[in-house]
């Protein structure tokens, strides 16, 4: 499985307007309703329910990144959103810091091996420190796009 495999080309924010941590979620999940991934009148239970997951311990796993998911029946199948917050977003990270790139995964809840496959791609490219800071310097969606292409080319490291 490929980050292109699941991640929504249009729904790459890739300068979020929401400065707080349900906000970007909230602004992600949009961006997949907006992007035709997910029904518009879907939104606001998905995002609720990504929110509650989240609430139940951080998704801000430290170096600047937070991968917020959660498996709900209104997902049709495995869809990501990816923002980046040039402020950085306080997600309760497990080591303080900032969060500069949000992940939003998002999964029916009939497929889990096929979430933990995406959030295990997505964990491996996040660990690579010029994946990560190539993320954070990215200033459109465009530059995110061609990262997530260049990282799916790359070999497994």
Do not use: C, W
């Not at 991640?7 to 997949?32: C, F, Q, W």
């Not at 997600?91 to 969060?99: M, N, Q």
């Not at 500069?100 to 009939?110: A, R």
């Amino acid at each position: 499985m490929k980050l292109s495999d699941f991640v929504v080309p249009g729904a790459i924010v890739a300068n979020l307007e929401a400065t707080d941590r349900n906000g970007v979620i909230r602004e992600l999940v949009k961006s997949l309703g907006s992007a035709g991934a997910l029904a518009p009148e879907d939104e606001d239970v998905v995002a609720r329910a990504a929110i509650q997951r989240e609430n139940q311990g951080s998704t801000g796993f430290g170096k600047g990144v937070a991968v917020p998911h959660v498996k709900h029946a209104k997902v049709p199948k495995i869809m990501a959103a990816i923002g980046r917050s040039a402020g950085g977003v306080d997600f309760a990270a497990l080591d303080r810091a900032p969060v500069y790139t949000i992940v939003l995964l998002l999964s029916p809840p009939d497929s889990p091996d096929g979430h933990l496959q995406a959030m295990e791609n997505i964990f491996r490219h996040l660990q690579r420190d010029n994946f990560r800071r190539f993320l954070r310097q990215a200033e459109t969606a465009e530059a995110i796009l061609d990262l997530i292409h260049e990282a799916d080319e790359s070999p497994a490291s």
